[in-house]
Each structure stands twice: as structure tokens, then as C-alpha cells.
């Protein structure tokens, strides 16, 4: 069982470890930028302004991530575990950005997150001897996709935005919360629910848009999914 997030302080993860990751998350986050300010993910029918939420918010998200997983996780599993929430909050990041700006959650992305995750977790049990932990991951994996399978099927039917690239997304939010515990996998699953309902509340009371509106759920799932990570107390099991 990984321990659980104490708010007097990391597991043991040095400041330089943490500050390090900062810094390497920024370059890494310019870089990432760069390509999304192209608009380059796009495809021919999906026009319009890029958007307006400036693209400095991509390198300073990722070394916030960086440095706040790392102060999560640092030397567990013999330092085998952080790179593999440390990639998949690159991967977040993009996500996130283009799901919110063409409601889309590229299949380039979310598929060969899977193997490559699978691969980290799988690193961070052999380091650890923790194989629990890996089989937990690949039940709440399991179970969060057939879940939200049944939701996009629903969806289909009632004609609404819920789409089979939240269904491939969901699989991973399995996978990289249930390794931790069954219970940062709910409260990852609450949070983007709540956080997409508050979203949509402020914008009809903003009259920024209509419940008929699509909102793109991948950026609330992933903001769940890191919230879940980061500053959860007391897992359950």
C-alpha cells in the first residue's frame, strides 16, 4: 500500500528532487506548448479561433504537476514510481488542452498511454514487490471503462456529448488511480463530475452558454484524476 499523503509533509521526497522536477516540467511544458499553439492536432473540419486561454498555461501547469507529484511520490517504489505519473501528466496536459479546445480526445494519445503506463506501474511492483498494486490498477482500469462505456452507450441513445474518447480515457484514470488505492480511484471519479457540474452551473448563470451546450469532460477527468493524487488523505484499502 502506498502511504497516504500526509499534509504535514511528503513521504520523503527531497526539496531539490521536487524543485528539480519544476524546472525540467517548464522545459518540458515549452516545449509542449510550442506544438499545441500550432493547432497542429486539428483536423480539416475543425476551425475556428485557438483557444483563448493563453498557451503560457501549458509549461507552468506541467511544472506545477511535476513538482507536486514528485513531492507525492518521490522515492517510492525505489524512485521507480514518479515517471510513470510524471509522463502521464504530459500526456494530461495535452489532452486536456485539445479535448477543451475540439472536444476530442485523439486516439494518438490515450492508446499508446495505455502500454506505456501499464509498462511504468509494472516497473515501480517489480522495484517494490507490490504486485497488488498493479493487479488493483488493472481491475479499476477495467472497471472505470466498462462504466463509461455504458455512459457513452446511454448518451448515444439520448443523443447528448458524452463520447467513446472519454470511454478510452477513463480506462486510464483507472489504471493510474487504482494502483494507489480503490479510494483515490472514487474520489477521482466524484471529482470530475462535480467539477464538470460546477463548471456548467457558472456558465448558465454567466449565460455563457445553455444546458444544451457540449462541455468536454476529458479536462474535468484528468483535473480529477490529478486532485486524486495529489491531495488525497486516507486511502481505504
Not at 510513470?84 to 499508446?112: E, N, Q, S
Amino acid at each position: 500500500m502506498i502511504p497516504p499523503l500526509m499534509w504535514a509533509g511528503a513521504p520523503g521526497a527531497p526539496w531539490w528532487f521536487v524543485v528539480a522536477l519544476a524546472v525540467a516540467g517548464g522545459l518540458v511544458g515549452e516545449v509542449l506548448r510550442r506544438r499545441l499553439a500550432t493547432g497542429g492536432y486539428r483536423l480539416d473540419d475543425e476551425t475556428g479561433p485557438l483557444p483563448r486561454v493563453p498557451s503560457a498555461v501549458v509549461p507552468v501547469a506541467l511544472a506545477v504537476l511535476w513538482a507536486l507529484l514528485g513531492w507525492r511520490f518521490g522515492p517510492l517504489s525505489e524512485w521507480a514510481l514518479t515517471p510513470a505519473y510524471l509522463a502521464f501528466a504530459f500526456v494530461a496536459v495535452a489532452l486536456a488542452w485539445i479535448d477543451a479546445d475540439v472536444h476530442r480526445l485523439p486516439r494518438g494519445l490515450t492508446r499508446p498511454a495505455y502500454p506505456l503506463l501499464v509498462a511504468q506501474l509494472a516497473l515501480a511492483s517489480l522495484a517494490s514487490g507490490d504486485w497488488e498494486a498493479l493487479r488493483r490498477a488493472a481491475v479499476a482500469g477495467a472497471v472505470l471503462w466498462t462504466i463509461y462505456f455504458v455512459l457513452a452507450l446511454v448518451a448515444a441513445l439520448l443523443g447528448s456529448g458524452f463520447g467513446y474518447g472519454d470511454v478510452t480515457l477513463a480506462g486510464l484514470v483507472g489504471l493510474a488511480t487504482g494502483y494507489v488505492s480503490v479510494s483515490t480511484t472514487l474520489v477521482a471519479s466524484y471529482a470530475a463530475f462535480i467539477l464538470a457540474g460546477v463548471y456548467g452551473l457558472v456558465r448558465l448563470v454567466l449565460r455563457r452558454g445553455t444546458r444544451k451546450d457540449d462541455i468536454a469532460f476529458g479536462p474535468w477527468m484528468l483535473l480529477g484524476l490529478l486532485i486524486s493524487l495529489v491531495v488525497q488523505v486516507r486511502p481505504l484499502v
